[in-house]
């Protein structure tokens, strides 16, 4: 389903232009890759010149071309077609000797360039095409020695090179004659035939499929989703990709539209070692588009306010049952849409998850997740990234202490509607009582948790978004309690270097049995000290405390579980905040 989805794409984005009018993707047996310089020959074969192919970036990097596509070289030299690195195509490579690279910073590398020169002697002796045998005579009498001499530098050791002939606006790779050849070398007579399982139609099968790259964390060269390099790995006595047969083609539009995907900063984000890659399929591009930037913005809210609010005013409409085409007409609830999340495992990549779902579904799921983190007065001014909300579970907010299998099962959470995991609850309770923080942000994913739970019958009672005074639940009334016990701590004796809070949430929230009536005696003598400065403020926080006691039972429990301990949290922050809201004027004359 996964390779079939991305095939299909593939075939949307090959009848698509980019924005200097290229294909998006580039043509059956070619493969985008990072080439950064330009050797131009004469008809003689000799060196013209060399032109740098960078990025205008203050720091220039090589830019992407389409070149036939490279050999994986795992173990063992292979060469790649009209293209390479210097090591294959000029015999030199950067000498790895930094004290000797000062005055010899190249070094020849026979192997790799006899293996370029013999596949390309081989197949371009017989071409009558001017660039093909201008670098046929090149490789005749090249000497890697050479590289000392103008208008080569040191620059481009190690780089991705191509080929051009002076005279020659594109480069040999892209003549015709070149593309000709280099479609007869694909149709190997020696490749197996079989039942493509992606296509479902018998043709050539793939022996090794063509290298993914751009995941975060895994190897430059790339890695395989479907691979096979151990006897344990087979079946029936097969060979390579024989044991999952997908055709050339197939191989080659599945793992071109995920390349494509993982380059593009439009469809792909990381979300702790998981990159994750989305795409949408509908009648027409503009819907399938309108999808693709409609859930990157949810994803990875955006910086202006105006925009950023236009999307998560969509979500609540729809959150509030409006259906989608009301909500946003340039959307379509049957536009196909898929993620997926990906993670480097040595030289394989791992799924770490995978949604095949309607638009309209994952937008009801969006919404539900905005739903669900509602609290009053709202903790942020622009709505919270599910990165953003991550940060609140790691150790010093550091991205890097983010637990990645916390990050991919929250991501399925918020996009699959199922149960946020308690991994998520048990986290932030955790960091709450470490660094004594019960911020906004903590405070409604806490309340996400136990409300989804609510919804999917999990537990017998939900969470409100903001102050219950009417609420029995023990948990969220000592939470209230506690808050309590703080304001009357600061309101009599102004701030502390520790408070109540900090010394004894962690206690309280899990044990209250063995904190509280200490803390209730505590109260006492704060309250009469409290009254000889602030009759009312006293009398009024008094009340508070009695309005709350007589709903607790005689005895406080001995022990709170891990749900109740996140109630205890939103009881604790309810009440606090509401000592911070603004009063009306009748109160406020009161």
């Avoid at 790339?222 to 006595?237: A, L, M, P, Q, V």
């Amino acid at each position: 389903m996964i390779l079939h989805s991305l095939a299909r794409y593939y075939t949307r984005l090959s009848a698509e232009q980019d924005n200097a009018g290229n294909p998006k993707v580039p043509a059956y047996g070619f493969s985008e890759e990072k080439i950064g310089y330009v050797v131009v020959l004469n008809s003689d074969g000799l060196v013209v010149d060399v032109v740098p192919h960078l990025t205008d970036d203050k720091k220039p990097q090589p830019r992407l071309m389409a070149v036939p596509r490279p050999e994986k070289r795992t173990s063992g030299v292979k060469s790649n077609f009209l293209w390479d690195k210097t090591a294959y195509a000029l015999g030199v490579e950067s000498n790895k000797d930094k004290a000797a690279a000062k005055t010899e910073p190249f070094v020849p590398s026979e192997k790799t360039f006899s293996a370029f020169k013999t596949l390309h002697e081989e197949k371009l002796k017989d071409s009558e095409d001017a660039g093909l045998q201008a670098l046929y005579r090149f490789l005749l009498h090249w000497q890697p020695e050479k590289f000392a001499e103008p208008p080569f530098t040191s620059e481009m050791l190690d780089a991705n090179i191509v080929f051009r002939l002076d005279g020659r606006w594109n480069c040999i790779h892209q003549s015709e004659a070149a593309q000709a050849l280099w479609a007869q070398m694909l149709q190997s007579d020696d490749v197996e035939q079989g039942l493509c399982l992606i296509s479902g139609e018998p043709a050539p099968i793939a022996r090794l499929h063509p290298a993914i790259k751009g995941v975060w964390g895994g190897q430059s060269s790339g890695g395989s989703i479907i691979s096979f390099n151990k006897e344990s790995f087979t079946s029936f006595g097969k060979e390579q990709g024989a044991n999952s047969p997908v055709s050339e083609h197939a191989a080659f539009a599945y793992t071109t539209a995920l390349n494509y995907l993982l380059r593009s900063d439009k469809h792909r984000l990381n979300i702790g070692d998981a990159s994750t890659v989305f795409w949408a399929e509908a009648a027409n591009n503009a819907q399938a588009e309108a999808a693709e930037d409609f859930f990157a913005t949810i994803m990875t809210p955006p910086d202006d306010a105006q925009e950023n609010q236009k999307i998560f005013d969509i979500i609540e409409q729809i959150a509030k049952g409006r259906p989608l085409a009301e909500a946003a007409p340039d959307l379509a609830d049957d536009t196909r849409f898929y993620i997926l999340g990906l993670a480097p495992n040595a030289a394989r990549i791992s799924v770490r998850f995978w949604l095949d779902t309607t638009f309209g579904q994952l937008a009801a799921h969006l919404a539900q997740h905005w739903q669900d983190l509602q609290l009053e007065p709202r903790p942020w001014k622009n709505p919270p990234s599910i990165w953003r909300l991550l940060i609140q579970t790691a150790s010093l907010g550091k991205s890097e202490n983010i637990s990645p299998v916390l990050a991919g099962e929250m991501t399925r959470a918020v996009i699959g509607g199922t149960p946020y995991p308690m991994s998520l609850l048990s986290q932030l309770i955790v960091r709450i009582r470490a660094d004594g923080d019960a911020n906004g942000l903590r405070i409604a994913m806490i309340k996400a948790v136990l409300q989804r739970k609510f919804r999917k019958g999990l537990i017998n009672e939900g969470v409100d978004m903001s102050l219950n005074v009417e609420s029995h639940n023990q948990a969220y009334l000592l939470g209230r309690l506690f808050a309590v016990l703080e304001r009357i701590q600061n309101q009599a004796l102004g701030d502390l270097n520790a408070g109540i809070a900090d010394r004894y949430y962690g206690s309280a929230s899990a044990v209250p049995f063995s904190v509280f009536p200490r803390l209730l005696a505590g109260a006492k003598h704060h309250l009469s000290r409290l009254r000889k400065d602030k009759a009312g403020m006293a009398v009024n926080l008094d009340k508070d405390l009695g309005s709350i006691i007589t709903l607790l039972p005689e005895t406080f429990p001995r022990h709170l579980s891990l749900d109740e301990q996140g109630r205890f949290a939103i009881g604790y922050y309810h009440q606090k905040q509401h000592y911070f809201a603004k009063k009306s004027p009748e109160t406020s004359e009161e």
